[in-house]
Protein backbone atom coordinates (compact mmCIF):
# COMPACT_ATOMS: atom_id res chain seq x y z
CA UNK A 1 0.00 0.00 0.00
CA UNK A 2 1.32 3.49 -0.17
CA UNK A 3 3.67 5.24 -2.43
CA UNK A 4 6.38 4.13 -4.82
CA UNK A 5 9.29 5.55 -6.55
CA UNK A 6 11.24 4.27 -9.64
CA UNK A 7 14.52 5.77 -10.86
CA UNK A 8 15.83 3.23 -12.80
CA UNK A 9 15.34 4.63 -15.84
CA UNK A 10 17.72 7.41 -14.98
CA UNK A 11 20.97 7.74 -16.58
CA UNK A 12 22.17 9.43 -14.26
CA UNK A 13 24.50 7.25 -11.87
CA UNK A 14 23.38 8.21 -8.82
CA UNK A 15 19.87 7.52 -9.20
CA UNK A 16 20.33 4.10 -7.85
CA UNK A 17 21.83 5.38 -4.09
CA UNK A 18 18.88 7.71 -4.12
CA UNK A 19 16.60 4.59 -4.56
CA UNK A 20 18.40 2.37 -2.04
CA UNK A 21 18.11 5.26 0.50
CA UNK A 22 14.55 5.71 -0.56
CA UNK A 23 13.65 2.17 -0.34
CA UNK A 24 15.57 1.44 2.99
CA UNK A 25 14.00 4.85 4.65
CA UNK A 26 10.09 3.69 4.09
CA UNK A 27 11.24 0.34 6.16
CA UNK A 28 13.46 1.91 8.97
CA UNK A 29 10.46 4.67 9.50
CA UNK A 30 7.74 1.81 9.37
CA UNK A 31 9.68 0.03 11.77
CA UNK A 32 11.27 2.76 14.38
CA UNK A 33 8.53 5.58 14.00
CA UNK A 34 4.61 3.90 13.58
CA UNK A 35 4.96 3.45 17.39
CA UNK A 36 2.49 4.41 20.25
CA UNK A 37 4.90 7.33 21.12
CA UNK A 38 6.50 10.13 19.00
CA UNK A 39 9.76 8.28 18.01
CA UNK A 40 13.42 9.55 19.28
CA UNK A 41 16.18 11.16 17.27
CA UNK A 42 17.77 7.80 17.24
CA UNK A 43 14.31 5.02 17.03
CA UNK A 44 15.63 1.88 18.40
CA UNK A 45 19.09 1.86 17.95
CA UNK A 46 20.20 3.83 21.30
CA UNK A 47 19.63 4.46 25.03
CA UNK A 48 21.48 7.91 25.28
CA UNK A 49 18.75 10.08 27.08
CA UNK A 50 18.36 13.04 24.92
CA UNK A 51 18.98 11.21 21.37
CA UNK A 52 16.54 8.06 23.04
CA UNK A 53 13.93 10.76 24.31
CA UNK A 54 11.39 12.48 21.57
CA UNK A 55 11.65 16.01 20.48
CA UNK A 56 8.54 17.87 19.75
CA UNK A 57 10.19 20.22 17.39
CA UNK A 58 11.38 16.91 15.46
CA UNK A 59 7.54 15.56 15.46
CA UNK A 60 7.17 17.19 12.20
CA UNK A 61 10.40 15.47 10.03
CA UNK A 62 9.28 12.09 11.72
CA UNK A 63 5.91 12.08 10.81
CA UNK A 64 5.02 14.33 8.04
CA UNK A 65 6.15 12.00 4.98
CA UNK A 66 3.56 9.20 6.44
CA UNK A 67 0.81 11.79 4.58
CA UNK A 68 2.50 12.35 1.33
CA UNK A 69 3.28 8.68 0.94
CA UNK A 70 0.10 7.92 1.64
CA UNK A 71 0.42 6.04 5.12
CA UNK A 72 -1.08 8.71 7.22
CA UNK A 73 -2.40 5.87 8.97
CA UNK A 74 1.33 4.78 10.10
CA UNK A 75 1.24 8.19 12.24
CA UNK A 76 -2.36 7.81 13.62
CA UNK A 77 -0.57 6.10 16.62
CA UNK A 78 2.19 8.97 17.55
CA UNK A 79 0.55 11.37 16.91
CA UNK A 80 -1.89 10.93 19.25
CA UNK A 81 0.61 12.35 21.64
CA UNK A 82 -1.02 16.05 21.21
CA UNK A 83 -4.33 15.09 22.78
CA UNK A 84 -2.41 13.05 25.88
CA UNK A 85 -0.28 16.15 26.01
CA UNK A 86 -2.56 19.07 25.46
CA UNK A 87 -2.99 19.46 29.39
CA UNK A 88 0.32 19.48 29.96
CA UNK A 89 0.69 22.34 27.27
CA UNK A 90 -2.55 24.25 28.33
CA UNK A 91 -0.67 23.96 31.82
CA UNK A 92 2.88 25.23 30.40
CA UNK A 93 1.62 28.54 28.64
CA UNK A 94 -0.23 29.41 32.14
CA UNK A 95 2.67 29.05 33.74
CA UNK A 96 4.20 31.99 31.30
CA UNK A 97 1.00 34.05 31.46
CA UNK A 98 -0.51 33.36 27.61
CA UNK A 99 -3.01 31.50 26.38
CA UNK A 100 -3.76 28.16 24.72
CA UNK A 101 -1.22 25.60 24.45
CA UNK A 102 2.53 25.73 24.77
CA UNK A 103 4.06 22.64 22.71
CA UNK A 104 6.84 21.22 24.67
CA UNK A 105 11.02 20.54 23.62
CA UNK A 106 12.52 17.72 24.68
CA UNK A 107 9.74 15.14 26.41
CA UNK A 108 8.89 12.06 28.06
CA UNK A 109 5.61 10.00 27.73
CA UNK A 110 4.12 11.80 31.06
CA UNK A 111 4.66 14.95 28.67
CA UNK A 112 6.58 17.43 30.64
CA UNK A 113 9.53 18.73 29.34
CA UNK A 114 13.06 17.97 30.00
CA UNK A 115 15.28 20.29 31.40
CA UNK A 116 18.18 22.20 28.97
CA UNK A 117 18.64 25.57 28.80
CA UNK A 118 16.76 26.79 25.87
CA UNK A 119 13.52 24.09 26.24
CA UNK A 120 11.77 27.51 26.56
CA UNK A 121 12.62 29.72 23.58
CA UNK A 122 12.75 27.07 21.01
CA UNK A 123 9.44 27.73 19.44
CA UNK A 124 9.53 26.25 15.60
CA UNK A 125 7.36 22.90 17.02
CA UNK A 126 4.71 25.55 18.00
CA UNK A 127 2.83 25.31 14.56
CA UNK A 128 3.72 21.90 13.84
CA UNK A 129 -0.20 20.35 14.72
CA UNK A 130 -1.88 22.83 12.76
CA UNK A 131 0.29 21.60 9.87
CA UNK A 132 -0.36 17.51 10.41
CA UNK A 133 -4.30 19.04 10.96
CA UNK A 134 -3.78 20.31 7.74
CA UNK A 135 -2.26 17.33 5.63
CA UNK A 136 -5.50 15.33 7.02
CA UNK A 137 -7.66 17.37 5.91
CA UNK A 138 -5.82 17.36 2.43
CA UNK A 139 -6.34 13.37 2.35
CA UNK A 140 -9.67 13.31 4.30
CA UNK A 141 -11.76 16.99 3.55
CA UNK A 142 -14.39 16.10 6.27
CA UNK A 143 -16.64 17.43 9.05
CA UNK A 144 -14.95 14.47 11.29
CA UNK A 145 -11.30 15.76 10.48
CA UNK A 146 -11.74 19.14 11.14
CA UNK A 147 -13.51 18.04 14.41
CA UNK A 148 -11.12 15.53 15.23
CA UNK A 149 -7.94 18.76 15.36
CA UNK A 150 -10.64 21.52 16.36
CA UNK A 151 -9.15 22.25 19.63
CA UNK A 152 -5.84 20.76 19.38
CA UNK A 153 -5.60 24.23 16.12
CA UNK A 154 -7.19 26.71 18.21
CA UNK A 155 -5.17 25.91 21.25
CA UNK A 156 -2.62 26.69 19.40
CA UNK A 157 -3.02 29.53 17.70
CA UNK A 158 -4.45 31.06 21.00
CA UNK A 159 -0.66 30.58 22.18
CA UNK A 160 0.89 31.42 18.93
CA UNK A 161 -1.30 34.70 18.78
CA UNK A 162 -0.29 35.45 22.42
CA UNK A 163 3.32 34.91 22.34
CA UNK A 164 4.36 37.73 20.02
CA UNK A 165 5.54 40.59 21.86
CA UNK A 166 3.55 44.22 20.96
CA UNK A 167 5.70 47.40 19.97
CA UNK A 168 3.27 50.09 21.37
CA UNK A 169 5.37 52.35 19.52
CA UNK A 170 5.00 50.88 16.33
CA UNK A 171 2.64 48.32 16.60
CA UNK A 172 4.80 46.03 15.37
CA UNK A 173 4.49 42.65 17.13
CA UNK A 174 7.58 40.27 17.48
CA UNK A 175 8.78 36.97 18.54
CA UNK A 176 11.02 36.91 21.40
CA UNK A 177 12.57 36.03 23.08
CA UNK A 178 12.91 32.85 20.74
CA UNK A 179 16.07 30.59 19.30
CA UNK A 180 15.51 29.83 15.91
CA UNK A 181 16.02 25.99 14.30
CA UNK A 182 19.68 26.64 13.70
CA UNK A 183 20.14 26.78 17.55
CA UNK A 184 23.04 29.35 17.75
CA UNK A 185 21.69 31.59 20.53
CA UNK A 186 18.51 33.31 21.69
CA UNK A 187 17.31 36.26 19.48
CA UNK A 188 14.22 38.12 18.32
CA UNK A 189 12.61 37.96 14.98
CA UNK A 190 14.05 34.70 13.14
CA UNK A 191 12.81 34.36 9.58
CA UNK A 192 11.53 30.32 9.87
CA UNK A 193 9.50 30.98 12.69
CA UNK A 194 8.15 34.41 11.73
CA UNK A 195 7.19 32.31 7.98
CA UNK A 196 6.04 29.23 10.06
CA UNK A 197 3.87 31.55 12.40
CA UNK A 198 2.29 33.64 9.52
CA UNK A 199 1.70 30.21 7.94
CA UNK A 200 -0.47 28.93 10.87
CA UNK A 201 -2.38 31.81 12.23
CA UNK A 202 -4.08 32.23 8.28
CA UNK A 203 -4.67 28.40 8.13
CA UNK A 204 -6.13 28.40 11.26
CA UNK A 205 -8.00 31.24 10.56
CA UNK A 206 -9.14 28.68 7.69
CA UNK A 207 -10.27 26.15 9.60
CA UNK A 208 -12.50 28.50 11.61
CA UNK A 209 -14.22 29.33 8.50
CA UNK A 210 -14.93 25.84 7.55
CA UNK A 211 -16.30 25.33 10.80
CA UNK A 212 -18.59 27.89 9.56
CA UNK A 213 -17.09 30.40 12.37
CA UNK A 214 -16.07 33.80 12.21
CA UNK A 215 -12.82 34.72 12.16
CA UNK A 216 -10.49 35.38 15.35
CA UNK A 217 -9.99 39.04 15.64
CA UNK A 218 -6.59 38.76 17.82
CA UNK A 219 -5.46 36.33 15.37
CA UNK A 220 -5.58 38.77 12.27
CA UNK A 221 -4.35 41.53 14.37
CA UNK A 222 -1.14 40.29 15.40
CA UNK A 223 -0.63 38.35 12.06
CA UNK A 224 -1.13 41.21 10.13
CA UNK A 225 1.42 43.32 11.72
CA UNK A 226 4.03 40.40 12.93
CA UNK A 227 7.42 41.84 12.02
CA UNK A 228 8.84 41.84 8.52
CA UNK A 229 11.52 38.87 7.97
CA UNK A 230 14.87 39.95 8.63
CA UNK A 231 16.61 40.85 4.90
CA UNK A 232 20.16 42.11 4.69
CA UNK A 233 21.45 42.71 0.89
CA UNK A 234 18.66 41.14 -0.28
CA UNK A 235 18.76 37.86 1.51
CA UNK A 236 17.39 36.70 4.55
CA UNK A 237 19.12 36.35 7.74
CA UNK A 238 19.04 33.77 10.79
CA UNK A 239 17.28 36.54 12.50
CA UNK A 240 17.29 40.45 12.47
CA UNK A 241 20.09 40.43 14.84
CA UNK A 242 22.25 37.91 13.09
CA UNK A 243 23.80 40.00 10.20
CA UNK A 244 27.22 37.61 10.12
CA UNK A 245 24.06 34.48 9.22
CA UNK A 246 26.16 33.69 5.42
CA UNK A 247 29.85 34.43 7.21
CA UNK A 248 29.91 33.06 11.09
CA UNK A 249 27.45 31.95 11.24
CA UNK A 250 27.02 29.84 7.74
CA UNK A 251 26.35 26.32 9.41
CA UNK A 252 24.01 24.72 11.33
CA UNK A 253 19.78 24.30 10.33
CA UNK A 254 19.80 26.84 7.44
CA UNK A 255 16.72 28.89 8.84
CA UNK A 256 16.93 30.98 5.16
CA UNK A 257 15.36 27.91 3.36
CA UNK A 258 13.28 27.40 5.69
CA UNK A 259 11.17 30.71 4.16
CA UNK A 260 10.66 28.82 0.70
CA UNK A 261 10.55 25.02 0.87
CA UNK A 262 8.49 23.00 3.80
CA UNK A 263 6.17 25.42 4.03
CA UNK A 264 4.05 26.87 0.78
CA UNK A 265 4.20 30.66 -0.17
CA UNK A 266 3.16 32.67 2.22
CA UNK A 267 2.65 36.11 2.44
CA UNK A 268 5.05 38.26 3.58
CA UNK A 269 7.64 35.95 1.63
CA UNK A 270 9.45 37.18 -1.39
CA UNK A 271 9.64 34.47 -3.86
CA UNK A 272 12.98 36.02 -5.33
CA UNK A 273 14.54 36.58 -2.14
CA UNK A 274 13.74 33.35 -1.01
CA UNK A 275 15.73 32.19 -4.38
CA UNK A 276 18.60 34.40 -3.54
CA UNK A 277 19.31 33.13 -0.45
CA UNK A 278 18.53 29.33 -1.21
CA UNK A 279 21.82 29.98 -3.89
CA UNK A 280 23.40 31.82 -1.29
CA UNK A 281 23.29 29.20 1.48
CA UNK A 282 24.13 26.53 -1.21
CA UNK A 283 27.22 28.35 -2.08
CA UNK A 284 28.67 29.11 1.60
CA UNK A 285 27.26 26.72 4.34
CA UNK A 286 29.32 24.62 5.81
CA UNK A 287 27.85 20.96 4.89
CA UNK A 288 29.71 19.35 7.74
CA UNK A 289 28.54 20.73 10.51
CA UNK A 290 25.01 20.68 9.40
CA UNK A 291 22.44 17.41 10.39
CA UNK A 292 20.33 15.14 8.55
CA UNK A 293 17.09 17.05 7.78
CA UNK A 294 19.39 20.13 6.59
CA UNK A 295 20.33 18.89 2.94
CA UNK A 296 16.19 17.72 2.40
CA UNK A 297 15.29 20.57 3.45
CA UNK A 298 17.48 22.71 1.02
CA UNK A 299 16.15 20.11 -1.81
CA UNK A 300 12.52 21.31 -0.97
CA UNK A 301 13.37 25.14 -1.42
CA UNK A 302 15.31 24.53 -4.51
CA UNK A 303 12.85 22.44 -6.30
CA UNK A 304 10.14 25.30 -4.73
CA UNK A 305 12.11 28.37 -6.52
CA UNK A 306 13.20 25.94 -9.70
CA UNK A 307 16.76 25.12 -9.09
CA UNK A 308 16.23 21.25 -9.39
CA UNK A 309 19.64 20.18 -9.99
CA UNK A 310 20.27 21.78 -7.03
CA UNK A 311 17.85 20.00 -5.28
CA UNK A 312 19.18 16.64 -6.41
CA UNK A 313 22.52 17.05 -5.69
CA UNK A 314 21.59 18.77 -1.89
CA UNK A 315 20.24 14.76 -1.55
CA UNK A 316 23.04 13.29 -2.75
CA UNK A 317 25.88 15.53 -1.78
CA UNK A 318 28.80 13.71 -0.20
CA UNK A 319 29.52 15.10 3.53
CA UNK A 320 29.52 13.28 6.49
CA UNK A 321 26.35 14.81 7.66
CA UNK A 322 24.36 12.96 4.60
CA UNK A 323 25.72 9.59 4.91
CA UNK A 324 23.95 6.41 4.51
CA UNK A 325 25.05 3.11 6.14
CA UNK A 326 24.13 -0.29 5.21
CA UNK A 327 20.89 -0.39 6.54
CA UNK A 328 19.86 3.18 4.56
CA UNK A 329 20.24 4.93 7.68
CA UNK A 330 20.99 8.96 7.89
CA UNK A 331 24.20 9.06 10.26
CA UNK A 332 23.70 13.09 10.24
CA UNK A 333 23.22 13.31 13.62
CA UNK A 334 26.06 12.30 14.78
CA UNK A 335 24.49 9.13 15.54
CA UNK A 336 21.64 6.99 14.17
CA UNK A 337 19.46 9.70 12.79
CA UNK A 338 15.62 9.31 11.67
CA UNK A 339 14.54 12.68 10.73
CA UNK A 340 17.41 12.70 8.15
CA UNK A 341 15.22 9.29 6.98
CA UNK A 342 11.88 10.68 7.32
CA UNK A 343 13.36 14.62 5.52
CA UNK A 344 14.55 12.67 2.33
CA UNK A 345 11.33 10.85 2.25
CA UNK A 346 8.96 14.08 2.16
CA UNK A 347 11.41 16.06 -0.09
CA UNK A 348 11.81 12.85 -2.75
CA UNK A 349 7.39 12.69 -2.34
CA UNK A 350 7.14 16.28 -2.95
CA UNK A 351 10.04 16.12 -5.85
CA UNK A 352 8.11 13.57 -7.53
CA UNK A 353 4.30 14.34 -7.01
CA UNK A 354 4.77 17.79 -6.94
CA UNK A 355 3.13 20.46 -4.41
CA UNK A 356 0.59 22.94 -4.86
CA UNK A 357 1.50 25.26 -7.59
CA UNK A 358 4.28 23.14 -8.98
CA UNK A 359 5.42 23.52 -12.90
CA UNK A 360 2.80 21.20 -14.56
CA UNK A 361 4.96 17.98 -15.45
CA UNK A 362 6.11 14.73 -13.89
CA UNK A 363 8.36 15.35 -11.09
CA UNK A 364 8.76 18.89 -11.43
CA UNK A 365 11.55 18.80 -8.86
CA UNK A 366 13.83 16.54 -10.54
CA UNK A 367 15.78 18.17 -14.06
CA UNK A 368 13.80 18.11 -17.03
CA UNK A 369 16.84 17.39 -18.96
CA UNK A 370 16.77 13.89 -19.49
CA UNK A 371 19.29 12.42 -17.01
CA UNK A 372 16.11 11.61 -14.41
CA UNK A 373 13.74 9.50 -15.52
CA UNK A 374 10.84 9.13 -12.66
CA UNK A 375 7.90 6.71 -12.08
CA UNK A 376 5.59 7.14 -9.44
CA UNK A 377 2.59 6.25 -7.67
CA UNK A 378 0.07 6.64 -5.10
CA UNK A 379 2.08 9.37 -3.49
CA UNK A 380 0.39 12.52 -2.64
CA UNK A 381 1.01 16.68 -3.74
CA UNK A 382 2.22 18.74 -1.16
CA UNK A 383 1.15 21.88 0.13
Known amino acids: TGGAIDLSGSSDPRWKELERRIVLSQYNTAAQSAGSWPPAEAGLMDTDPWRGAFHMEMVMWHLAHFALW ?3 DLAEKP ?3 YWRFLPIAQELARQ ?3 KGAKWGKWCGPEGRTGPWAYSYVLSWQQPHPIFFAELEYRLKPTRETLEKWREIVFETADYMADFPTLDESTGIYSLQPIMPVSEQGVTKNTVYELTYWRWGLDTAQLWRERLGLPREPHWDEVRTHLAPLPVMDGLYLHSEEWTDTYTARAWEHPNPVGALGMLPPVEGVDRETAHRSLLEV ?3 WDWTKTWGTDLPW ?13 AVDALL ?6 AYDTRGINLGGPCPYLPGNAALLYTVAMMAAGWDGAPDRNAPGFPDDGSWVVKWEGLKRAP
Not at 317 to 322: C, I, K, P, Q, R
Open 70 to 72: DRV
Open 79 to 81: LSC
Open 96 to 98: FDY
Open 282 to 284: WRV
Open 298 to 310: TAMSAARVGEQKI
Open 317 to 322: LDVNTN
